[in-house]
């Protein structure tokens, strides 16, 4: 079993920034990758961001050049940096991760939202 705590959600005015942690515990040596996930109200749940083990990282197209993921010495704390928040970027942020086998682990969520 992994365990996720997210961190770092709020309210921000269009322009600024945020900064999201996440951090796991328990069988994190089965996690392959973590990431970010996000769902504004009556849309799916859609990627934003995702780092690997190994350090690769892919982005959602609407968030690449504003937001940065990261990960911390210890792998098992992840971070995503936005910069420039958008109103659209309105949202519960999730905090995910994929192991080897078996269903991928999900955080409580974190509300950010920009006003304009």
């Known amino acids: 079993q992994v365990q996720l705590v997210e961190s770092g959600g709020g309210l921000v005015q269009a322009g600024g920034s945020l900064r999201l942690s996440c951090a796991a515990s328990?069988?994190?040596?089965?996690?392959?990758?973590m990431g970010w996930y996000r769902q504004a109200p009556g849309k799916q749940r859609e990627l934003v961001a995702q780092?690997?083990?190994?350090?690769?990282?892919i982005y959602a197209d609407s968030v690449k050049g504003r937001f940065t993921i990261s990960r911390g010495n210890a792998k098992n704390l992840v971070s995503l940096q936005m910069n420039s928040l958008k109103p659209e970027d309105t949202a519960i942020y999730y905090c995910?991760?994929?192991?080897?086998?078996?269903?991928?682990?999900w955080g409580q969520g974190t509300q950010v939202t920009v006003s304009s």
């Open positions: 995910n991760a994929v192991q080897s086998l078996g269903p991928p682990y």
């Open positions: 328990g069988s994190i040596f089965s996690i392959n990758a």
């Open positions: 780092i690997t083990s190994g350090g690769s990282t």
